[in-house]
C-alpha cells in the first residue's frame, strides 16, 4: 500500500535561507507525488507533480523537488525563503488505479523568521 | 474558470443532528472527491464520485454519505453528528486520473457542539 512520511513536523528558517521539507514514500507501484500548500482558512494548491517524466520537478512560487528512487525520497526544497512561505506543507502519493484518491503526509508546518 | 466552490463556509451544528455539505466542480471536471481534516488524525479521504457513482470510499462509519449529480455538483451528509466530525471537510475535483491533480475547493469549517 502507498504511504508517505514528513520527517518534521514543524521547521524554521530565516528569511532568505534555504528552505528543505522531507518526504518519503513508500510504493508498490511507480508513483505519482504531489506538494501541496495551504495557508491558514484555506484548502490545499498544488506546488508541483511527479508524474515520471523528469526527476527535478519545477513547482510554482520558486520551489522545486527532486524524485529519488534509490531513497524513496521526494524532499522538497526553495533556495531563498520569503515570509510569505510561511503555511503547512504537505506530501501526497497518488494510490493508483483508476482512481484519484490522495494519501497525505501529516503535513509540515514552516515558519519563516525575519 | 471558476475554481471548485463548497458551501457554507462554516456551520455550527449540536450533537445528533445531521448535516449537508455541497461542493461545485470545476467546470469539465467529472470526478470529486472529500476529505477530512483534523489536528489529531490529518487529511483523510472519504470518499470519491465521478460520473455520478462512488468508485472509491475511505474508512468512515455510514453516517458518512456522499452523492454526485449529473452536472458534477456533490453533496455529502453527516447524520448523527458526534463531536468528533468536528473538521474541516475539503473537496476536490479533478479532469484525470492518478496523475493528475486535485484541485481543492477552501472547505467547509464543521463544528459540533
Known amino acids: 500500500a502507498q504511504s508517505v512520511t514528513q520527517l518534521g513536523s514543524h521547521v524554521s528558517v530565516s528569511e532568505g535561507a534555504l528552505v528543505l521539507l522531507r518526504c518519503n514514500y513508500s510504493?508498490?507501484?511507480?508513483?505519482?507525488l504531489f506538494w501541496y500548500v495551504q495557508y491558514p482558512n484555506q484548502g490545499l494548491q498544488l506546488l508541483l507533480k511527479?508524474?515520471?517524466?523528469?526527476?527535478l520537478v519545477k513547482g510554482i512560487n520558486g520551489f522545486e523537488a527532486e524524485f529519488k528512487k534509490s531513497e524513496t525520497s521526494f524532499h522538497l526544497t526553495k533556495p531563498s525563503a520569503h515570509m510569505s512561505d510561511a503555511a503547512e506543507y504537505f506530501c501526497?502519493?497518488?494510490?493508483?488505479?483508476?482512481?484519484?484518491?490522495?494519501?497525505f503526509g501529516t503535513g509540515t508546518l514552516l515558519a519563516v523568521q525575519p | 474558470k471558476a475554481g471548485v466552490t463548497q458551501t457554507p463556509r462554516y456551520l455550527i451544528k449540536t450533537r445528533g443532528q445531521q448535516v449537508t455539505l455541497s461542493c461545485s466542480p470545476i467546470?469539465?471536471?467529472?470526478?470529486v472527491s472529500w476529505y477530512q481534516q483534523t489536528p489529531g488524525q490529518g487529511l483523510q479521504f472519504l470518499f470519491e464520485?465521478?460520473?455520478?457513482?462512488?468508485?472509491n470510499k475511505g474508512n468512515f462509519p455510514g453516517r458518512f454519505s456522499g452523492r454526485q449529480f449529473s452536472n458534477s455538483r456533490s453533496e455529502m451528509n453527516v447524520s448523527t453528528l458526534e463531536l468528533g466530525d468536528s473538521a474541516l471537510y475539503l473537496c476536490?475535483?479533478?479532469?484525470?486520473?492518478?496523475?493528475?491533480?486535485?484541485?481543492f475547493g477552501n472547505g467547509t469549517r464543521l463544528t459540533v457542539t
Open positions: 467546470s469539465g471536471h467529472r470526478s
Open positions: 501526497a502519493v497518488s494510490e493508483g488505479g483508476a482512481t484519484n484518491k490522495l494519501i
Open positions: 510504493s508498490s507501484v511507480p508513483p505519482y
Open positions: 511527479y508524474t515520471s517524466a523528469a526527476t
Open positions: 476536490a475535483s479533478t479532469g484525470g486520473t492518478g496523475q493528475s491533480p486535485l484541485h
Open positions: 464520485y465521478f460520473s455520478e457513482t462512488q468508485r
